[in-house]
T-cell receptor, first 107, second 115 residues
Framework: GQNIDQPTEMTATEGAIVQINCTYQ??????LFWYQQHAGEAPTFLSY????GLEEKGRFSSFLSRSKGYSYLLLKELQMKDSASYLC????????FGAGTTVTVRA | NAGVTQTPKFRILKIGQSMTLQCTQD?????MYWYRQDPGMGLKLIYY???????DKGEVPNGYNVSRSTTEDFPLRLELAAPSQTSVYFC??????????????FGEGSRLTVL
């Protein structure tokens, strides 16, 4: 099985940086995903890490440390549209999701 | 392409009723999944399929059944609906599975209330 932990809520100001941490325990590991989910909508894919290190994609970056069972999602130059829930998910033979971190961006 | 299409978007059921949530994808993906999402919770895997004719249980399969007769369709059947099945249901598909980057494409969700 898998145990995935991430903070419940975070608040930040427009233009700022926010880092969402995720820790996981899994019996098998084939990668870590981050998904974004706006209220009332379906999740959409943001990033994927399978090797240690940082993956950068525009304003969003994701980091993975397999030895520590740790990942973070970094959101830079925050915009109001970034207000959403961010789901950390681990993959063994299936994708298992954390409860999500609700990020609120304030003007 | 329409992607992943789920119907209905909303449904209210009485306790003990049965219904089927429909899911179809036009991306020729082998892998399909059903998740449920309760308020403030992550997505929980109900059932998944790695190809036509093959299905397997996820984390929370009790009270549900699935079938996969074609690559495109993966319906979820609720038998004897219970209030605990009130949730938002998401169907998803992916081209590849666990061994490679299996990015999931989600449908818009079906909001089910059992009263």
């Amino acid at each position: 099985g898998q145990n995935i932990d991430q903070p419940t809520e975070m608040t930040a100001t427009e233009g700022a940086i926010v880092q969402i941490n995720c820790t996981y325990q899994t019996s098998g590991f084939n990668g870590l995903f981050w998904y974004q989910q706006h209220a009332g909508e379906a999740p959409t894919f943001l990033s994927y890490n399978v090797l240690d290190g940082l993956e950068e994609k525009g304003r969003f970056s994701s980091f993975l440390s397999r030895s520590k069972g740790y990942s973070y999602l970094l959101l830079k130059e925050l915009q109001m549209k970034d207000s959403a829930s961010y789901l950390c998910a681990c993959q063994d033979y299936k994708l298992s999701f954390g409860a999500g971190t609700t990020v609120t961006v304030r003007a | 392409n329409a992607g992943v299409t789920q119907t209905p978007k909303f449904r209210i059921l009485k306790i003990g009723q049965s219904m089927t949530l429909q899911c179809t994808q036009d991306m020729n993906h082998n892998y399909m999944y059903w998740y449920r999402q309760d308020p403030g919770m992550g997505l929980k895997l109900i059932y998944y399929s790695v190809g036509a004719g093959i299905t397997d249980k996820g984390e929370v399969p009790n009270g549900y059944n699935v079938s996969r007769s074609t690559t495109e369709d993966f319906p979820l059947r609720l038998e004897l609906a219970a209030p605990s099945q009130t949730s938002v249901y998401f169907c998803a598909s992916s081209l590849q599975g666990a061994s490679v980057q299996g990015e999931l494409f989600f449908g818009e969700g079906s909001r089910l209330t059992v009263l």
